[in-house]
């Protein structure tokens, strides 16, 4: 296990509601990323924080927001869930911006929209 | 647009074959190409690769890089049931150090 962990496991939405899953980082690590990944995708780069602010974002909407707390865990709100926002969100965590520093990555929440 | 491409999508061997897993990229301001393996959950890291030609090896895994024609090969020796997952390979970009995934190659060993 990589000391990155995530909660909820699972969750079950309904379309047109607000998520919020969080993500608690591997002791020492300032800057986490978060991920989706659709069933027989890989992950897809939401953005990522690096000491409270955010360092990049991908091709997502705004209504994909992020932040992260002084202890450097992090939170995912989605606003008004779509269908396609089922999949298994993952957050990473990593020492610094260094390209040298892996990420490691937590179990991931389960997201399901109905 | 910034791609990553896994081939072959999925594979299916028997105990003891050897495997070749392949990872091709199209980056801008690359930086590092990873390795990851995943099972049920959270992928789980095997390899990083920034020099070209320079092997990085683990018990049966090893794994390459070509950054001049762009692509990466992950090699699985003496496979095992327990080698059965998804690989991902990942070009890290510097700037906003963003990782950019592969599809994944779903390998199947059969004991």
């Known amino acids: 296990e990589t000391g990155v962990t995530q909660s909820p496991t699972h969750l079950i939405k309904t379309r047109g509601q607000q998520v919020t899953l969080r993500c608690s980082s591997q002791?020492?690590?300032?800057?986490v990323s978060w991920y989706q990944q659709a069933l027989g995708q890989g992950p897809q780069f939401i953005f990522q924080y690096y000491r409270e602010e955010e360092n990049g974002r991908g091709n997502f909407p705004p209504r994909f927001s992020g932040l992260q707390f002084p202890n450097y865990s992090s939170e995912l709100n989605v606003n008004a869930l779509e269908l396609d926002d089922s999949a298994l969100y993952l957050c990473?965590?990593?020492?610094?911006?260094?390209?040298?520093?892996?990420?490691?990555f937590g179990p991931g929440t389960r997201l399901t929209v109905l | 647009e910034d791609k990553v491409v896994q081939s072959p999508l999925s594979l299916v061997v028997h105990e003891g074959d050897t495997v070749t897993l392949n990872c091709s990229y199209e980056v801008t301001n690359f930086r590092s190409l990873l390795w990851y393996k995943q099972e049920k959950k959270a992928p789980t890291f095997l390899f990083m690769l920034t020099s070209s030609g320079i092997e990085k090896k683990s018990g049966r895994l090893s794994s390459i890089l070509d950054k001049k024609e762009l692509f990466s090969i992950l090699n699985i020796t003496a496979t095992q049931t327990g080698d059965s997952a998804v690989y991902l390979c990942?070009?890290?970009?510097?700037?906003?150090?963003?990782?950019?995934f592969g599809t994944g190659t779903r390998l199947k060993v059969l004991a």
């Open positions: 990473a965590s990593s020492l610094g911006l260094n390209s040298y520093n892996e990420q490691f």
């Open positions: 002791s020492g690590h300032n800057t």
């Open positions: 990942a070009a890290l970009t510097s700037g906003t150090y963003k990782y950019i």
